[in-house]
């Protein structure tokens, strides 16, 4: 599929995932748990359509469906905004980015939307509001992805993961549940330095210069691995809780 023929397409679904984000945003729904899973339920289908059409095929060894019943606090390691098509692809969630993302034309207002909190992690109140929403959120029943290792990288290793938005959990007595995001191929050639760049987003790049060098991948497999629940209340320090969830993710990157 070319990318004459993808953008399009993508333009046509993000246009209709808007229309669906603003009627959950009108005040149709009695409460605020509804609506948040409304907007997480959107974004999971927007996500799956978004994977179909990317060639994006998210390979992984587990039953999803295990975990929606769960208010989870999902954590991952970041490689570019892939990720959150990967993650969204398969669990119903709201996520956390950087406030830079709410800056961008036409995505920033998107994910905003689509129920997206920004943090600003230079400005101690903006992290403090930031975790009273994403434990206000678990509390209701919704899951919610962070990335907490604070910026995107290139794949080869996995930054420390900052602890401050893990405190929304241990509030909230969520359970913490890690993943491992593996690019494995490029139109079948093995993720590495010849392919990284296609598919990994980090540093200066420049957005649009990327995304349009991604569309015209053919395919891009990624695996997801879910690693061992981690309950908040066995730990008595942020730091301890994000130093096991970097352990296991980092491990297997």
């Known amino acids: 599929m070319s990318r004459l023929y993808k953008l399009p397409v993508i333009l046509a679904t993000t246009l209709l995932f808007i229309l669906v984000a603003l009627i959950g945003r009108t005040g149709l729904f009695l409460s605020a748990a509804t609506e948040e899973r409304f907007l997480a339920h959107a974004i999971h289908r927007w996500s799956q359509t978004m994977a179909m059409f990317l060639g994006l095929q998210v390979i992984h060894d587990f039953n999803p469906k295990d975990f929606r019943k769960s208010h989870c606090l999902i954590v991952s390691n970041h490689q570019g905004y892939l990720d959150a098509v990967v993650i969204g692809s398969i669990f119903p969630t709201l996520f956390v980015a950087k406030s830079d993302v709410k800056k961008w034309p036409i995505l920033g207002w998107f994910v905003t939307l689509g129920g997206t909190w920004f ?37 080869d290793h996995v930054l420390p993961f ?8 241990v509030s909230s007595q969520s359970q913490i549940l890690p993943l491992t995001i593996r690019f494995l191929a490029v139109n079948g050639v093995p993720f590495g330095s010849r392919t990284r760049d296609y598919v990994c987003w980090y540093g200066d790049m420049n957005f649009i210069g990327h995304f349009w060098k991604m569309l015209g991948q053919k395919s891009i497999v990624v695996s997801v691995k879910v690693h061992p629940i981690i309950p908040p209340d066995h730990y008595p320090e942020l730091e301890e809780i994000a130093e096991l969830a970097h352990y296991y993710v980092s491990k297997n990157c």
Not at 132 to 149: A, D, M, N, W, Y
């Open 162 to 169: 900052r602890p401050s938005l893990f405190s929304a959990a």
């Open 119 to 155: 943090i600003d992690r230079n400005a101690f109140r903006g992290i403090i509001d930031v975790v009273k929403k994403i434990e206000k959120i678990l509390s209701r029943g919704t899951c919610v992805q962070i990335f907490p290792e604070g910026t995107s990288t290139n794949g």
